[in-house]
């Protein structure tokens, strides 16, 4: 706590108030997203590849289109656009919670999706940019991963009380927190213009810049593993608690697994890896301990254990993974970014990870069994993909510290 404290009391106002919002926003994407495939499925009755199509258009729109909500943050203000994207979420979660049609859900899966492509790189760029010493920045993202992991905790359990009643409550629930949160930004985030330095002529030109930067293209697809090991929660990690009689209860669980290991162990996990290892190291540490999780829920593992240890299990060994990787990889891209372009590198970045996560969720829903298991190549093909990253980014960061 004390360390907390400090790391909060070097910060500026608009960084604390950012660091508050990681809470809320997580808050209200967590009492909804958890249990979205369970409504889309059971309730609704949806095929798996509609079901994968859903979700895949919602992470797509967000972070396939960081890029263009980067690029925007850079020339309206990263303010104004972390409002705009809070109010456009808020209409498409509360879509969420009342239709019943495929081609409105993809529509709310758009508007929402699209809300967090404008709110979330203008957020990390504005705290990015009031963190200009580096170890700063990388403790106030790590404030930032503990803030919105506790979002996490209490986001399921909220969900889980009000998707008791009915699902168009819970959808209404959260749309009402961003409207709420829209404008207690609007109230409290400082006016400030963060668009610095040069805005470049345009859109165009700067793209083919970042895709003209090899050490950062090559960053950012290594790092894409992160969104393809994340994104089975929403869809494998569910559809594997449903089949083996665990339902809601165990999705809970997960989630609140993951949070809680978040919360507790963010700064302790962060503070020791600063001393014991180097970025590379703790990169690929973290993509590596996501991935074995994994293997957790495959054959013989999972007879062993038995089917809700083993997914407990699971749940607390990736967060602990996700605790050494997600705040460095947010805090290394303004190694890569040009002057006044901030928010364009980060939603390049998470771009690159969103057309990732569109591709393997669709894949993954299409093949899921109606009521049976997911397949055991799942796992394995997850663990594979996730250890190779692991290597390959530790090397590329290695590689990048020798030349500076």
Known sequence: MRRVLTTLSSLSPAARVLILNGLTFNFGFYMLMPYLAGHLSENLGLAGWAVGLVLGIRVFSQQGLFLLGGLLGDRIGYRRAILIGCAVRCVGFAVFGFSESLAVLLLAACLSGFAGALFTPCAQAYLADECQDAQLRKQAFALHNMASTAGMLIGPLAGLLFISVDFSVTGSVSAALFLVMTLVQWRFLPLKDL???????????????????????????????????????????????????????????????????????????????????????????????MAASYGLLAEPLVTLLGAQLAVQLMAGLFSLGSLLVLPLL????????????????????????????LFSNVLIGRFLPADQAPPQLLWWALMGIGMAAAVSLCRHMGSIKEQS
């Not at 947010?330 to 996560?357: D, E, T």
């Open 330 to 357: 947010s805090a290394h891209v303004p190694h890569y970014a040009k002057r006044g372009q901030l928010a364009a590198y980060y939603g390049f970045f998470a771009g690159v990870g969103g057309l990732v996560a």
């Open 195 to 289: 668009v610095s330095g040069e805005v470049p002529v345009t859109m165009l030109r700067q793209c083919l810049d970042m895709l003209g930067q090899w050490p950062f293209l090559r960053f950012a697809l290594l790092a894409a593993a992160y969104p393809l090991l994340f994104h089975p929660l929403y869809l494998a990690v569910p559809a594997y608690s449903h089949a083996y009689g665990g339902g809601q209860e165990w999705i809970t669980q997960v989630f609140v697994i993951t949070a809680l290991v978040g919360v507790l162990l963010q700064m302790p996990v962060s503070s020791l890896r600063q001393r014991w290892m180097s970025e590379g190291q703790s990169m690929g540490a973290g993509l590596a301990l």
